[in-house]
């Protein structure tokens, strides 16, 4: 994977006049996020010969590399080009995205191990094929303890890609900060989520609280900092981009939040009752409870998270989400985001093609369907 085939696929669109040019550039863009991390992971053969332990590396081999939104390998890269990112330094960016995929990946496996769900992406989770796998007793345990170990195991493949991108200057090390920094950040605010699970907790400020950690900086701010990083932008910029990325990544949760409720599973590859079941503690259900009575609440208490919760129960805590008003207002909260990340990016000094690029995602991210 070199520089000159890193410009093979992505250069030549540098003039984007058009939506059409910007798509050209996120499937370029995202392709050769894909060719390397296939390439990676293709290179990391597991050190014994065990079939089963074969079959663990072969399913995370195909979580990470046959879905996935590539949204942060995106933001990385136009972060790193909106900061006058350079061509011959193209290959950096587009590995830190790789890598920021790869973390990421690590990270949903685990949370789908504390949330028990079922599906993600339409294919069972990678704990539940693992529980699949094994010939013995003790198999959901397994594949639960198996998972946790895959990704660590991504997330530490992940640290490797990073270095091959990093390179010990003061862009590289600025990067690798803020890609620390994230981390943590992240970390943080599942912590958080789980407390608020266990504290049966339904405030909105402390669930926006959540996202902003759990999602905001970590999908949307952190990547497009990174990116700019590499492209040795200043802090002035840095600053523009967190005021750009943190309301759009906290639209971003809240439309995911909708979708857990009212998508389609045919189209978001999730079960629609598993963040009813499980009880998430998430800004729309903290609004429902804050204005649901009588008996509407006691509904809510009692199926909100309920593990025998059927689709004709799930329907009538739609409804009350829905009646109480908190469908409206998540809806008007993720209208009001994008237009504070629009405004912010109007204010922001990044090269326009980089602008509307990120002016497009804005839209996609927050009505998306899936």
Known sequence: MTADTVDTSIKGTTGIGDDGGIAAVTSAVRGRVDELLAGFLDARRPPVGDPDVAE???LLREF???GGKRIRPLLCYWGWRGAGGEEPHEERAVITGAALELYHAGLLIHDDVMDGSELRRGRPTIHRGL???PRWTGAETFGQSAAILLGVLAQAWADELLADAVAADSRGRAARELFN????????GQYLDILAHARADADVERALTVIRYKTARYTVERPLQIGAALAGAPPALLDAYSRFGLPLGEAFQLRDDVLGVFGDPAVTGKPVLDDLREGKRT?????AFARARGPERDRLRTWHGAPDLDERRAAELRQII???GALGEVEGLI???AVQALDALRDCAIAPEAAR???VLTERLTRRVR
């Open 64 to 66: 990470v590399v046959e």
């Open 335 to 337: 209208a009001l985001r």
């Open 56 to 58: 663990g590396y072969r």
């Open 322 to 324: 829905v009646d109480t």
């Open 357 to 359: 690029a990120l002016a």
């Open 131 to 133: 529980a699949g796998a």
């Open 181 to 188: 920094r994230m981390r943590t950040e992240v970390v943080t």
């Open 283 to 287: 800004v729309l259900m903290a609004y």
